[in-house]
């Protein structure tokens, strides 16, 4: 059985005397979908930072593609639930979407890939509208082609 992409062993997590996560243990594998679901405050959100290496357990381990996650992974996409307030109102959707980018050194490469993303979440041709022309829904839609042209093996949404 290949290693799963993510694998949460035993994660625990406290803020000061609050505990947010006890003793979670979850995988998840290349191409399968997994969505985490609970009330308000049940640490749905501390969950997916812990997995994106946005926060460090205070128990157990966290892996992606088998090494500990310190950091947050170069081959991980994040899509924020305030998806919003992560879009920069001052660039065009389309250099929104390159922002995570700036590293390909092959400018044909990165707009290659911002239109790709862009017309996968169905809105080819609004690369040069700005976020806030845009509606809520689709302005959602600009956070995750930004994700997506990273081209991650992972997308925790």
Do not use: C
């Not at 979407?97 to 490469?109: I, M, N, Y």
């Amino acid at each position: 059985m290949p290693e799963p992409l993510l694998a949460l062993d035993a994660v625990s997590h406290r803020y000061g005397e609050r505990e947010a996560l006890s003793d979670v243990s979850l995988t998840v594998a290349a191409g399968e979908i997994v969505a985490i679901v609970g009330p308000s405050g049940s640490g749905k959100s501390t969950l997916l930072k812990i997995a994106a290496g946005l926060l460090t357990p205070t128990g157990g381990s966290a892996r992606f593609a088998g090494d500990l996650i310190s950091d947050v992974p170069s081959d991980l996409g994040v899509v924020f639930q305030d998806y919003g307030r992560s879009l920069f109102p001052w660039l065009r959707v389309g250099a929104n979407v390159a922002f995570p980018l700036e590293h390909l050194a092959d400018r044909a490469e990165r707009e290659a890939r911002v239109l790709d993303a862009l017309q996968t979440v169905g809105l080819g041709g609004q690369e040069d509208s700005y976020p806030w022309e845009l509606s809520g829904g689709m302005q959602q839609r600009v956070a995750i082609a930004r994700a997506l042209a990273r081209r991650p093996r992972l997308l925790l949404m």
